[in-house]
């Protein structure tokens, strides 16, 4: 059966939203391919903040198979719009392991990320494992969070990265006592992967 997509849009038409909307509907019908995620790479670095938000929401939205963007996603997290900064933390997240080549750049926006975009930048580094090191500082303050999600994510990535958080061992025993008890498991079992794995070594 085919798929239809009807695109409309109260911008200008430029060549470049002309562009970024073949790659919206492309992957709103599951058909992206590898032009299509580099044109929307490509339109993270436009100047219309409207098309970078698109590009990074249909990035998104193509989960792993965005991961030939993730550098470029890894830049758009400094973007200057908030609302940009956000997809990219959200399409890094779902990157998984291929995520990793954003790790420095993900361990520097978690200083100034607030809110879902913190949880999103946060959960990135946790499908980074070992990788998230240049991190550690950041998650240990992300232990503190408002949301429990995030102190989750924080723990997870810690226990992840093993010896290497052990600066973190404090803040995660505080955090075996908190509230929601699956922040309670995720911190006792990143104390117990730190831990042992030190001892191990």
């Not at 073949?22 to 709103?28: D, E, G, T």
């Not at 908030?82 to 392991?97: E, I, N």
């Not at 978690?110 to 090191?133: C, F, M, P, T, W």
């Amino acid at each position: 059966m085919l798929k239809t997509l009807t695109i409309t849009s109260h911008r200008r038409f430029s060549p470049f939203a002309a562009r970024l909307a073949i790659a919206v509907a492309c992957s709103a019908l599951n058909g992206c391919g590898q032009d299509s995620v580099e044109v929307l790479a490509t339109q993270l670095s436009d100047a219309d903040a409207d098309i970078r938000y698109d590009a990074a929401k249909s990035l998104a939205a193509l989960e792993g198979a965005a991961a030939p963007a993730v550098n470029e996603l890894a830049a758009a997290l400094a973007d200057s719009n908030p609302k940009v900064r956000y997809r990219c933390a959200k399409a890094l997240s779902k990157l998984d392991s291929k995520a990793a080549p954003a790790a420095d750049e993900l361990a520097e926006a978690l200083k100034s990320v607030e809110g879902e975009s913190r949880y999103y930048v946060v959960k990135a580094l946790a499908n980074i494992d070992a990788a998230a090191a240049p991190a550690v500082e950041g998650l240990a303050a992300a232990l503190n969070d408002p949301s429990s999600d995030t102190r989750y994510q924080a723990a997870k990535a810690l226990g992840k990265i093993g010896p290497p958080a052990a600066s973190a061992a404090a803040a995660l025993e505080r955090l075996a006592r908190d509230a929601d008890p699956n922040v309670r498991t995720a911190a006792a079992a990143a104390l117990k992967k730190i831990k042992s794995q030190t001892k191990s070594t």
